[in-house]
Nanobody, 124 residues
Framework: QVQLVESGGGSVQAGGSLRLSCAAS????????MGWFRQAPGKEREFVAA????????YYADSVKGRFTISTDNAKNTVYLQMNTLKPEETAVYYC?????????????????WGQGTQVTVSS
């Protein structure tokens, strides 16, 4: 069982940056692939970024490539999402998620554990 708690959300102007954090409970953090998803009002949850269990492979949605970076600190059981050059359409609740597999990381159904989400609001 893994419990995930996101933090770091808030309000920022377009073009600004935020860093989200997701702290995981337990001593097996390094055995999980981690992902970030987001859900805007009235829209489906969408994939943002993921990192494999080995931490060697990272994956990004096309819309965020070059602007967002996913990383982990295994010593702190934490996964981060650095978001730069934010756009108003990226206003959403951002969720982190964990799975024990290394495939299908772009799909929400792959993940077994989810955080409660953190709100990101980007104003124009």
């Amino acid at each position: 069982q893994v419990q995930l708690v996101e933090s770091g959300g808030g309000s920022v102007q377009a073009g600004g940056s935020l860093r989200l954090s997701c702290a995981a409970s337990g001593r097996t953090f390094s055995s999980y692939s981690m992902g970030w998803f987001r859900q805007a009002p009235g829209k489906e949850r969408e994939f943002v970024a993921a990192i494999s269990r080995s931490r060697y492979s990272t994956y990004y949605a096309d819309s965020v490539k070059g602007r967002f970076t996913i990383s982990t600190d295994n010593a702190k059981n934490t996964v981060y999402l650095q978001m730069n050059t934010l756009k108003p359409e990226e206003t959403a609740v951002y969720y982190c998620a964990a799975t024990k597999v290394d495939y299908g990381l772009g799909y929400s159904a792959t993940y077994d554990y989810w955080g409660q989400g953190t709100q990101v609001t980007v104003s124009s």
